[in-house]
């Protein structure tokens, strides 16, 4: 009876959230075993987390991130970087949403921030506006894969996992994903016959390449100092970072220190300085340091519309969660989870097999559903049959994410095909037949990641 009410008022076009709170109440009041009360109170439990007290801050960071110039200097260091290859500003399009995934944490940020730049310097170089389309769209993907990603943070708190192993573990598919896009873009090069869209200059691609140098030996210089040389961390860190912004002054980098955000956050959560809240926090104040003093492209008056947007989202995003919160308790006490679980266990108990079905069922979902309100359905029903059939919840995390931002690039309800529809001014029915092609590489992603666990596990199982 309950999934019946939910689905009569989902198809009556009610908001997902108020379907789900909405049908527990009226399952509650046509059974009279419980008193009303109890969906307001499982709602108020559902939120009272403190894992949960990092969505508001990761999403005040991204927005931070999104409204401070910094997407013109990420875009900027990549078409440096690999502008000059055939197809230039595809590369451009997938080694800036690489960039850009360590910062927002979603594939909306991503596609409509750094987004706009690139469908609009593609389209002005004389690429199709499909192929733009396209290339954003896949590339926004990886903006909940690389860490920060709030999709994992819901995940975490759901399934009783590690947020900090769930952000290790999206490092390598998410860097994978962009290879297999970069290799996408490499043959409709080459079929088109595209050239590199700037001039191959030697001291722009050394200056390029010298930022990822120092992306990547910083955090392994300072952790050298810590765990090999027995050096206090604090001291170290701030010395480091010091010399950091001191190269950043002398070089004039374009993208150094907005990188540094994934930096700063795996490295405290990895090392144990703060957790994944406590990280969302210092994501926030490095975000507004770099805003308001360093690169003073942030004032009190942006803030304040940045800190109002951020209100409005996290109130979506919880209000999400809390109507999930007392549908998924309904769920399992109506013995509906019990029941799936039961038949699907009697269908099969190869973990490959119930990963395939998983896999369709997610990506059915995905269409129709916003991921957190999806996160928060599945988990309870998925969850409980991973554990009997011994998946790990951290790799079925990963695949659960996947599966949900591959279903935002479809309609009916694919934010960013719509995000994308509108910054591009094309129809829906036009932006959708652009992205198919885009699909392949993101399916032969989620079959990798799906069935190749050690390469999503391989770092947490480092740290944890």
């Known amino acids: 009876m309950l999934k019946v009410i939910f689905l009569l008022l989902m198809s009556g076009g009610i908001p997902v959230a108020i379907a789900m709170a909405g049908s527990a109440l009226l399952y509650i009041l046509w059974s009279g075993n419980l008193p009303p009360f109890v969906v307001i109170h499982r709602m108020v ?100 894969i690389i860490p920060p990603s709030l999709p994992f943070v819901i995940y ?62 910083w955090p392994l210089s300072m952790w050298l100092l810590i765990a090999k040389a027995g050096l206090q961390p604090q001291l170290t860190v701030l010395g480091g970072a010091i010399v950091l912004f001191a190269l950043d002054r002398i070089f004039r980098f374009q993208a150094v220190l907005p990188i540094m955000t994934p930096v700063l956050l795996i490295g405290g959560m990895t090392t144990g300085v703060f957790t994944p809240t406590e990280g969302a926090i210092a994501a926030c104040l490095w975000a507004m340091a770099l ?61 490959w097999v119930f990963l395939l079905l998983a896999n369709l069922l997610m990506l059915f979902v995905g269409c129709f559903l916003e991921p957190t309100a999806a996160i928060t359905i599945l988990v309870p029903i998925l969850v409980p049959i991973c554990q009997q059939l011994g998946i790990d919840l951290v790799h079925f995390g990963l695949v659960m994410v996947l599966n949900l931002m591959i279903g935002l690039l479809h309609p009916p309800m694919g934010m960013v095909l719509f995000v994308l529809a509108r910054v591009a001014k094309l129809s829906v029915e036009r932006t959708t037949i652009a992205i198919l092609p885009w699909l392949v590489p993101l399916l032969v992603s989620l079959a990798i990641i799906t069935y190749m666990p050690k390469a999503v596990l391989w770092l947490p199982k480092m740290f944890y």
């Open 45 to 144: 439990s559902g939120i009272d987390s403190f894992p949960l007290l990092a969505v508001p801050f990761f999403i005040l960071a991204g927005n931070l991130m999104n409204n401070a110039g910094i997407t013109n200097r990420i875009y900027n260091y990549a078409l440096a970087l690999v502008g000059w290859l055939k197809g230039g500003l595809g590369h451009v399009n997938v080694v800036g949403s690489v960039v850009f995934a360590g910062m927002s944490g979603t594939a909306i940020a991503d596609a409509a921030g750094l987004g706009t730049i690139e469908i609009k310097a593609m389209k002005d170089h004389g690429y199709d506006t499909e192929f733009a389309v396209g290339v954003t769209a896949a590339s926004a993907t990886l903006g909940p």
């Open 156 to 217: 975490g708190m759901m399934a009783n996992v590690s947020v900090g192993a769930l952000f290790l573990a999206g490092i390598l598919p998410g860097v994978g994903m962009a290879l297999l896009m970069m290799l996408t873009v490499a043959y409709f090069a080459h079929k088109n016959g595209w050239g590199g869209d700037i001039k191959f200059e030697w001291p722009r691609v050394v200056k390029a390449l010298a930022e990822t140098a120092v992306v990547v030996l």
């Open 291 to 351: 805003g308001f003093l360093w690169y003073r492209t942030l004032n009190w008056k942006m803030f304040v519309k940045i800190s109002l947007d951020t209100v409005e989202t996290t109130a979506t995003v919880l209000f999400i969660v809390a109507a999930a919160s007392i549908f998924g308790w309904m769920l399992t006490a109506t013995g509906v989870t019990a029941a799936i679980s039961s038949w699907v266990l009697a269908f099969t108990k190869e973990p």
